[in-house]
């Protein structure tokens, strides 16, 4: 197994089997040096990217100082869930295409710049 493999079947196993869908259409990606993924983790949140260390870890700061701010200003918000938040970041178009092909298979279809997946929120 890859270390690609293992680090999104970890962060899969920590978030719940809600992912195992994605976990498996990752696994199917094709493995190469520069395609690596990666998993970052914070308190609050879980990145796995392909864009290298560095963006994740700007982004799970990013995403930690953002949670910070709300609990801070609006007593009322409730930022903690009882496990980590997985954010699965694309480093580009081709590798969106990868992870969601469905936004390609119109020719002038509308992609995506994110995606999400309210229902598992509630």
């Known amino acids: 197994m890859s270390q690609r493999d293992s680090s999104v079947a970890s962060a899969f196993r920590r978030t719940g089997f809600m992912w195992l869908p ?15 993924w990666i998993e970052v983790r914070s308190a609050h949140f879980t990145i796995v990217s392909n864009a290298g260390e560095r963006t994740a870890r700007r982004l799970v700061w990013q995403l930690e100082q953002v949670r910070s701010a709300t609990a801070a200003l609006y007593s009322w918000a409730k930022p903690d869930l009882n496990k980590p938040l997985l954010v699965i970041v694309a480093k580009d178009e081709n590798s969106m295409r990868a992870l969601v092909p469905k936004y390609w298979e119109e020719r002038r279809s509308i992609r995506p710049a994110s995606l999400g997946d309210r229902t598992r929120l509630a």
């Open 22 to 36: 994605l976990a498996l259409l990752l696994s199917a990606l094709p493995a190469s040096a520069a395609d690596q």
